[in-house]
């Protein structure tokens, strides 16, 4: 596909799907600027869309209940939110059919076929990743063993040495566990070609030893993508690992600023916002998957085939601030503040930082209602107290710290309504 036509084809299935979200009243209701929204540059009037923000993530809540009472039936999986927390959302088996063969693309033009693939994702468990991988291996007319994530590794080795399995599909930890236990050898696992993980990122350390004990083992991503959106990237066999190629005619990708959430330069790394564009039954628009990176658009013809642009992951976006050269968190401060208020929640907290030329003062301030006058005092004093509050007061360039109790809705917020964890004041140089 060339990139005018997938230009084409995302922009056309974009006003499909913008048109679709203004014709649902109960969206109209949750989101009243859609009517505003009638094409791609319209879309940041949009709020993000996140499954745990600061409102509780309200938005995602009510989506996903009128996912599950859309006509048609569906598959309904369990997304993110904390534990106790979980929410589910339900996707029309339209698009379970119609993501397949985006999973599939990343054997697009490679003469990679597996013939047996072992199948050891987590099954059941409101987890969408075992069909779904299931239906790749069918749509590439391969045979599929789906012995799950419970087997036992003894047994899965099994199974492998059987059938000479030449691809096993599962995420990295049970690739550890199955190639690093004591009772399972080559001779079991050497049919092996291909590992395709999903699920967790694979970290170096598993890479670089697979490559040295298991040197005819290549090892790819299935691909990324999430239980909400469905399909973004794959991987095809010329990316690096943490690179993907966009599904970009059926995923829309924005790349903000975590803090401000206005767009990033032209290939800059971001926080990514995703709106997916094949029809399903609710319109999730600029929806937070909480990762960061960057696409880039410029690089010429993938030695694959696909003109799709590369994305990059960088990492997950974490609330943060740079101070001093120091980079401060969000679970940092509150890592601190717990050890004195257990039960505190980061909406009850905003850091307020005040640049100087010399450094800076940073401001705690909690909301009266958590914070009695009495305790604010403590609060103060153990601060102070070395190690208690090491991870704050020994940042370079701190020229104080204060503690301020006030009213919710005197907390600082952005042009968008929303109160950041962390504020910062710069100082306006006087005019010389
Ligand atoms: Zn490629």
Redesign the pocket.
């Known amino acids: 596909m060339s990139n005018e036509l997938v230009t084409e084809v995302s922009a056309e299935a974009l006003s499909h799907k913008l048109a679709h979200a203004r014709s649902l009243p109960w969206f109209r209701a949750l989101y009243p600027r859609i009517l505003e929204v009638q094409e791609l540059a319209d879309l940041n009037r949009l709020p993000v869309l996140a499954v745990e923000d600061e409102s509780g993530g309200g938005l995602f809540t009510a989506l996903g209940e009128a996912s599950h009472r859309a006509p048609g039936g569906g598959l309904t999986l369990t997304s993110g939110g904390s534990t106790g927390n979980r929410k589910q959302i339900s996707h029309s088996w339209a698009f379970n059919a119609a993501i397949v063969p985006l999973g599939a693309r990343m054997f697009g033009a490679t003469d990679e076929r597996p013939e047996v693939a072992i199948n050891c994702l987590t099954a059941g468990e409101m987890q969408g990743a075992f069909q779904y991988a299931s239906a790749i291996v069918r749509h590439i007319g391969a045979r599929l063993l789906p012995a799950g994530s419970q087997m036992g590794v003894q047994r899965v080795a099994e199974l492998i040495q059987t059938h000479k399995a030449d691809a096993l599909i599962c995420t990295p930890s049970f690739a550890a566990a199955l190639f690093n236990h004591e009772r399972v050898g080559a001779v079991q696992l050497c049919s092996l070609k291909w590992l395709y993980y999903i699920g967790e990122p694979c970290s170096k350390t598993l890479r670089d030893q697979l490559a040295r004990d298991w040197p005819m083992l290549n090892i790819r991503s299935l691909g990324y993508s999430s239980t909400e959106t469905g399909p973004i990237g794959f991987q095809?066999a010329?990316?690096e690992h943490g690179s993907y190629?966009l599904h970009a005619d059926a995923m829309l990708l924005e790349v903000v600023d975590p803090l401000t959430l206005q767009a990033v330069a032209e290939e800059e790394t971001g926080e990514f916002l995703l709106t997916p564009l094949l029809p399903d039954h609710v319109p999730l628009l600029r929806y937070r998957i909480g990762d960061r990176g960057r696409i880039l658009r410029t690089v010429t013809k993938?030695?694959?085939g696909?003109s799709m642009p590369v994305l990059t992951l960088e990492g997950r976006v974490e609330t943060s601030i740079k101070l001093g050269g120091a980079l401060i968190t969000q679970s940092q401060v509150l890592h601190v503040l717990r050890q004195l208020l257990p039960q505190l929640h980061a909406t009850d907290v905003q850091v307020q930082i005040e640049r100087q030329p010399e450094g800076a003062r940073i401001r705690l301030v909690l909301a009266e209602d958590i914070l009695t006058a009495d305790t604010q005092s403590v609060i103060e004093d153990a601060l102070q107290v070395e190690g208690q509050a090491s991870a704050l007061l020994r940042l370079p360039g701190l020229l104080g710290l204060e503690v301020k109790r006030l009213a919710r809705q005197e907390f600082e917020t952005t042009l968008a309504g929303k109160t950041p964890f962390f504020v910062t004041f710069e100082q306006t140089p006087a005019p010389s």
């Open positions: 095809c010329h990316l190629h993938c030695a694959c696909s």
